[in-house]
């Protein structure tokens, strides 16, 4: 069992900036990558930010120069760092982990989402 928690959701003013945490916990053997996926009501999820074990990151194009994702890989952590956001960023934001909880079985997990609402 693996579990996502997330927290630094809230409201803030367009232009503001907030920093979302995800913690992996449970039976962990390797983890491959986390992330950050979004979705705004009425739209698909999408994808944020993620980053792998190797530290190979990648950014959608409507948050790049404005978010920033990292990783502690020894606290099974990920965080992404939002600035200058716009009304359009509000979501409820889900973090997501693809890992190994043993040498062969493989896993992707999902958090619970936490909302982020951007005020004009």
């Known amino acids: 069992q693996v579990q996502l928690v997330e927290s630094g959701g809230g409201l803030v003013q367009a232009g503001g900036s907030l920093r979302l945490s995800c913690v992996a916990s449970?039976?962990?053997?390797?983890?491959?990558?986390m992330g950050w996926h979004r979705q705004a009501p009425g739209k698909a999820r999408e994808l944020v930010a993620d980053?792998?074990?190797?530290?190979?990151?990648n950014y959608a194009d409507s948050v790049k120069g404005r978010f920033t994702i990292s990783r502690d890989n020894a606290k099974n952590t990920v965080y992404l760092q939002m600035n200058t956001l716009k009304s359009e960023d509000t979501a409820v934001y889900y973090c997501?982990?693809?890992?190994?909880?043993?040498?062969?079985?493989?896993?992707?997990?999902w958090g619970q989402g936490t909302l982020v609402t951007v005020s004009a």
């Open positions: 449970g039976s962990i053997f390797h983890i491959v990558s």
């Open positions: 980053i792998n074990a190797g530290g190979g990151i």
């Open positions: 997501n982990a693809r890992l190994y909880t043993t040498p062969r079985d493989w896993l992707e997990v």
